[in-house]
């Protein structure tokens, strides 16, 4: 039966085509014709006022913290459930992560904590999209105009998903997407910085070309091309944005095969949440998804152990997810808490993500019979 891999990248089929036009192209460096098919692409689809492509959501984060102007002792509040890049992208500037706790339902920062984790040294709010999974950005826009914050949407797993009808990544002042390949559309490495505010609009192009206005002379703007404010090199070069083109071309094909994907795991498991045996992933209905994973709640910390460690010998990839950032070692130096992390620790140490990739679908059904005979014999 052979093993079961947690992530298999998927390929349309197309990306060595676009990469042979790119190398015809007379153009390699970034902000070339595929670059701007790219970003043509989010700004229409995602509905942003600007996308500039990154070599990473990483990237994409760094910039949003420079153009926020992130000061040393400046308080960033995000959730402590989520990658590093969240908090990191802030601490490189002297930012201080603010930690909240996380729903029970979709693992998403407590919007409800947020009011509460605000200072005089607040600047920004960083919503993460768990699972692709919109956070709940009314209450977050309002508390942010009501204390003059910013806020940047950690959208890197939230391609094609929305909130009450708006794309995730379109709705805070900034977005930052992720093109890694354990996401839904991928470029190897890659990302984009989504600019919706248009104050952020011109020195986003500034710090994405290493801090000088390149942009604005070739568009006849200035005479002169030369350094004017902090930047680095954040864009991607023509091949990573050919192969990206070919993805995002048939990034709605590849959400709904990965939604059947999805459906299936969530229809297998049904019965077992009805029984208390597992809590099963949480969509609210003013959202749509894009099935970017699929995990899954144990009943108590031994028992995903015993489950992990019975895929682990099924050969079945499956893998828990972040470990909460306030009780790291970066966390603790740089960062602190806001309120108490009872749920971020709990269901931090209770979840399991299955196996997904385009691919799955002949052997799904063995990797759910596995999960049911790791969890009665739990
Ligand atoms: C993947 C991910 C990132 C980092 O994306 P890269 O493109 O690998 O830099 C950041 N935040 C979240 C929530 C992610 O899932």
Redesign the pocket.
Known sequence: MGIIPFNRPFVTGRELTYIAQACSNNQLSGDGPFTKKCQGWLEQVVGCRKALLTH????A?EMSAILADIKPGDEVIMPSY??V??ANAFVLRGGVPVFVDIRPDTLNMDETKVEAAITARTKAIVP???AGVGCDMDVIMAIAERYKLIVIE?A??GILSSYKGRPLGSIGHLG?I???E??NVVAG???ALLVNDPRFAERADIIWEKGTNRKQFFCGQVDKYTWVDIGSSYLPGELTAAFLWAQLEQAEGITKRRLALWDSYHNAFAQLEQQGILRRPFVPKHCIHNAHMYYLIAPNPAARTRVLSALQHAQVGAVFHYVPLHGSPAGQRFGRTAGDMTITTNLSACMFRLPFWIGLEERLAVVVDHVKAALDSA
């Open positions: 990473s959501c990483t990237a984060l989520t990658f890049s969240t993460v999209h768990y950690d890197a797993q930052a992720s093109f890694h354990t996401k490495e890659g990302g």
